[in-house]
């Protein structure tokens, strides 16, 4: 049984569907799944903290300012021991703050303070659920992975009939369930290279050369990866985000250093070069800062080409990763510059994307790429950077098994 072991933080809110959240807690502790309860201050209008602690063997959590509780359990640790945070019931009003990103107590700031996944189970209201403000903020937490289940149609508390009525324990478990369920790793025993993030060109100890690149597609990448079972180096230049998780990173300021740890992780079975590399590097990097003479004409920067990353790890040879993807980020003839790129570069696939500065991928959370290989182009629609890394991945997977 899947949820043998693992710990969910039962979030329960206040509707009227609260006491099937005490049903849920005996299933889950039937299945050997431990949980530890949230309850806000309008659940606890519908169901007690006593029968939830009695229920869940555990201490039940109200108060985000309780000094006892913060000192003992704070409420990211309250996240951190957690598998899975579950929401049961969903109410139109949590939603909605969940959607804002409010966090006015302790089941909101746990919410938003978390890392884990978080599955809810709507209930509310007929017109509460078809409101099109409720819509939106489901669409809002859809696009952000929050995982749903129900809600049920049928006749409900308030003498309506419609979509609003909670799941049925039974189904929400297995939600629980699935979520929880190990997930595949065609991946395992694969080694997986991939850069990210700009690199950085001296001009002198203070200045330097580089790219506009946040990071965000290559590590979500490598998380992607490695969430596949793969071993992964994350050979990245200067960035401002998180190290993903269960992935070693390589850190490098220049072309030439994240070349020289590129070669020195192989063998890989696939390499992903999402780094933004600087074509050029200063001839001779200045030892001292280049002082600005009143008067005089601006420094001329001599400049030499940089490697090419990824055209040397595509050059035949044993040390050849099975399958070698490029990036190419343009901002005209998309299709065309990446073919072309396809074919110059010697590698396998090119994920193209239009960076123009009005389509506000770079540095945004959204990419809209082509995956082009020998077969031929694939339009991908607009979706978050962690998806498109997710179908990258799988397609990966797909490639090497
Ligand atoms: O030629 P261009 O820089 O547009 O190619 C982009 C692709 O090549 C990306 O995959 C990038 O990571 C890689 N690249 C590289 N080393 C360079 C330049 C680009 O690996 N010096």
Redesign the pocket.
Known sequence: MTLAGKRVLLIVAGGIAAYKALALIRLLRGAGCGVTCVLTRAGAQFVTPLSLQALSESKVYTDIFSLTDESEMGHIQLSRAADLLVVVPATADLLAKMAAGLADDLASTVLLATDKKVLVAPAMNVRMWQHPATAANMATLAARGVAVVGPDEGAMACNEFGPGRLAEPPAILAAIARLLAPAPQPLAGRHALV?SGPTHEPIDPVRYLANRSSGKQGHAIAAALAALGARVTLVSGPVAIADPPGVRVVRVET?AAMLAACQAALPADVAV?????A?WRMANPAAGKIKKIPGAAPPVLALVP?????ATLCAPGPARPRLVI????ETAELRANAEA?RAR?GCDWIVANDVSPETGIMGGDDNAVHLITAEGTEDWPRLPKSEVATRLAARIAAALA
Not at 306 to 310: A, G, K, Q, T
């Open positions: 850069t072309a070069c999402a780094a933004a590399v074509d940089n490697p090419d990353i990824l490029g990036f190419a980020a790129k570069k």
